[in-house]
C-alpha cells in the first residue's frame, strides 16, 4: 500500500527533513541562544526561515518537479552550510547547545540535496512533447540554475558562515606576563580577554580579525609588550569566551573596543593620555569607526582594513557584474546576525585626524585590500601613513616582514604616545 498521492515519498521526504531544519532555525534563535543575546536579535531571521519553510512545506507536492528539486536543493545545501558549523564545533570543543539540532540539521540538509537531485531523473521528459522541447527546458534551466547559484545560494551560504562561525578554545594565556581579565561593552555583554601590564604608562587595544578571536593577536601582543607597552587582547562579541553572536563583518564590534577602553582607564599603570589601538582586518575596519568618534583613541595602526558593508563594495567597483553576489551576502548577513554595519568607511576615515593613523596595506591572497587602503589613504586627513606591502600576505606583515614591522609599529606608537603623549 502506497501514500497518497499528496503524501508521496517525496513530498514525505521533503517534509520531514525541512521540518529538522526549521526545528534546528528555532533552537538557535530563541531555545539555545548565544550567551547575553536577547530573544529578539535572531527574530527576524527565524520568522523568514519558518516562512519560507511552511510555505515550500505546503506547496511542495503542486510544484512542477524542476521548481521541487531547486527548492529542495536550495534548502538543502543551506541546512548542511548551517548544520557544518556545528559538527565542526563538536570537532574542536566539545557538543553542546544547539550543537544537537545543528546535527540534525546536517542530516536533513543531505536528505534534501540528495532529493533535489533525484527528482530531475526521476520524472525526465514529463510535460515535453517533443525532444526538442525537452532539451530547451534543460538549458533554460541550466542558465537560470546558474543565475540562482551565483546570486543567491553562494551570498546565502557565506552569510551563513559570517554570522554563525563556531567558537574555538582559547586555552592558556601566551605566559606569565598575562593575567585574564573581563570587561563590559557598552551596550553590556561580558567580554574575555588578556591583559599584560603597562612598563611605559602607555597601552595598545588590539582587535582580532573577523573570524579569529584573541589567540590570533598574541603576536602582536608580545610584539608591544616586549617594548613595555600595556596590551589588551580580547574576543570580541560572538568569539571565544565572550558573550554575544559572531559578527565576521565587526558590526556592533565598536561597542566592544568602548568597553576595552572604559577598562583600560582604570588601570593604574596606563596613562589615559597614552592608549592606543592596532587592528587587523576586520578590527581595522571597526578601529576607524571607533577613533573618528572617540578621542580616548590617541593612535591607530589599521593593519589589513577592507570592506564592512555594500557601501564600501560599491565605493570600490560601482554596480558592476558581482554587486548582486555582494548585495544579497551583506544583507542576508543583516537579517541573520539580526546587527548593522556602520557608516561608510570612506567617509569615517576622514574623520579620524587629528589622531595619527598608520594604514599597513598588503596584496597576497587578498589583492582587493590595497585598492581600499588606497581609498581611505586618500580620504584620511593628516597625520596620516600608507605602508604599502603588495608581495606581503593578508595581515602577515609581522611574520613575512618582522624587522620592519616592528620597527614601522613601535616606532608609530612610539612617536604617537611617548613622545606626543602627555607626561
Known amino acids: 500500500m502506497g501514500f497518497p498521492q499528496k503524501w508521496g515519498w517525496e513530498t514525505t521526504a521533503f517534509r520531514g527533513a525541512t521540518a529538522l531544519a526549521l526545528l534546528h532555525a528555532i533552537d538557535d534563535a530563541f531555545l539555545n541562544r548565544q550567551p547575553g543575546v536577547g530573544w529578539d536579535q535572531h527574530a527576524l531571521a527565524a520568522a523568514i526561515s519558518l516562512a519560507a519553510g511552511l510555505a515550500a512545506i505546503a506547496v511542495f507536492p503542486r510544484l512542477r518537479p524542476g521548481f521541487r528539486a531547486a527548492i529542495s536543493l536550495l534548502f538543502g545545501v543551506l541546512a548542511i552550510v548551517n548544520g557544518a558549523l556545528h559538527v565542526k564545533h563538536i570537532s574542536v570543543d566539545g557538543v553542546a547547545a544547539s550543537d544537537y539540532t545543528g546535527v540534525l540539521a546536517t542530516a536533513a540538509g543531505i536528505v534534501l540535496v540528495s532529493l533535489g537531485l533525484a527528482i530531475p531523473f526521476l520524472h525526465r521528459g514529463e510535460r515535453a512533447a517533443t525532444r526538442g522541447r525537452r532539451w530547451a527546458y534543460r538549458v533554460v534551466a541550466l542558465v537560470a540554475g546558474l543565475a540562482v547559484v551565483y546570486a543567491v545560494v553562494l551570498p546565502l551560504t557565506a ?162 557584474e558581482a554587486a548582486p553576489y555582494w548585495w544579497t551576502m551583506y544583507t542576508a548577513a543583516r537579517v541573520l546576525s539580526g546587527a548593522s554595519p556602520g557608516e561608510p568607511l570612506g567617509e569615517v576615515v576622514a574623520r579620524i585626524s587629528p589622531t595619527p593613523l598608520l594604514l599597513i596595506s598588503t596584496g597576497g591572497s587578498l589583492a582587493v585590500e590595497r585598492d581600499f587602503n588606497r581609498i581611505y589613504a586618500e580620504a584620511a586627513r593628516e597625520p596620516v601613513e600608507l605602508w604599502d606591502l603588495p608581495d606581503v600576505d593578508h595581515t602577515a606583515a609581522i611574520r613575512e616582514r618582522p624587522r620592519e614591522y616592528e620597527r614601522r609599529v613601535v616606532g608609530f606608537f612610539d612617536q604617537a604616545l611617548l613622545e606626543g603623549g602627555r607626561s
Open 159 to 320: 552569510a551563513i558562515v559570517v554570522a554563525h562561525r563556531y567558537r574555538e578554545p582559547i586555552g592558556q594565556p601566551p605566559n606569565a606576563a598575562y593575567e585574564a581579565v573581563s570587561f563590559q561593552s557598552s551596550d553590556g555583554l561580558e567580554l574575555a580577554g588578556w591583559f599584560r601590564p603597562s612598563r611605559n604608562r602607555a597601552a595598545v587595544v588590539i582587535v582580532h580579525g573577523g573570524g579569529g578571536d584573541r589567540t590570533g593577536a598574541v603576536r602582536h601582543a608580545e610584539l608591544l609588550g616586549n617594548h613595555g607597552y600595556g596590551v589588551l587582547v580580547y574576543d570580541s562579541r560572538g568569539r571565544g569566551e565572550s558573550e554575544g553572536t559572531p559578527n565576521a563583518f565587526g558590526w556592533g564590534w565598536a561597542n566592544d573596543v568602548a568597553g576595552a577602553l572604559a577598562f583600560l582607564r582604570t588601570r593604574t599603570d596606563v596613562d589615559p593620555e597614552r592608549i592606543g589601538g592596532l587592528g587587523l582586518s576586520t578590527g581595522a575596519d571597526v578601529l576607524f569607526e571607533v577613533a573618528a568618534k572617540d578621542r580616548d583613541l590617541k593612535a591607530v595602526v589599521a593593519d589589513g582594513a577592507t570592506a564592512e558593508s555594500f557601501a564600501d563594495y560599491r565605493e570600490l567597483n560601482g554596480i558592476d
